[in-house]
């Protein structure tokens, strides 16, 4: 079993800069793929980035996001982090971090309570 709590966001100017954690509580933290997923008001949920289990060294981003987010992990902390520049307001969701065994998490095992982000134009 795997706790999910993010942190983080908030309110940003367009072109600005965020940056969300997820702490994990429980075992194997280190064995789980994770990643986040953001979902916007009357849209689905969708997968913003991943990283692969271990030493991450393998990461996953949509393509609206690549150049502009990067996904990290410290596994002596039990952390995933999604660094976020160059916001704009179509960035504006509620931002969900997740945990599973499938890559690129295609079905996560578990999910946090998710953190909102809203950018301002």
């Known amino acids: 079993q795997v706790a999910l709590v993010e942190s983080g966001g908030g309110l940003v100017q367009a072109g600005g800069s965020l940056r969300l954690t997820c702490a994990a509580s429980g075992r194997s933290f280190s064995g789980y793929v994770m990643g986040w997923f953001r979902q916007a008001p009357g849209k689905e949920r969708v997968l913003v980035a991943a990283?692969?289990?271990?030493?991450?060294?393998?990461?996953y981003y949509a393509d609206s996001m690549k150049g502009r987010f990067t996904i990290s992990r410290d596994n002596g902390k039990n952390m995933v982090a999604l660094q976020m520049n160059s916001l704009k307001p179509e960035d504006t969701a509620v931002y969900y971090c997740a945990a599973g065994i499938f890559w690129p998490l295609v079905k996560p095992n578990y999910w946090g309570q998710g953190t909102q982000v809203t950018v301002s134009s």
């Open positions: 990283i692969t289990p271990g030493g991450g060294t393998t990461t």
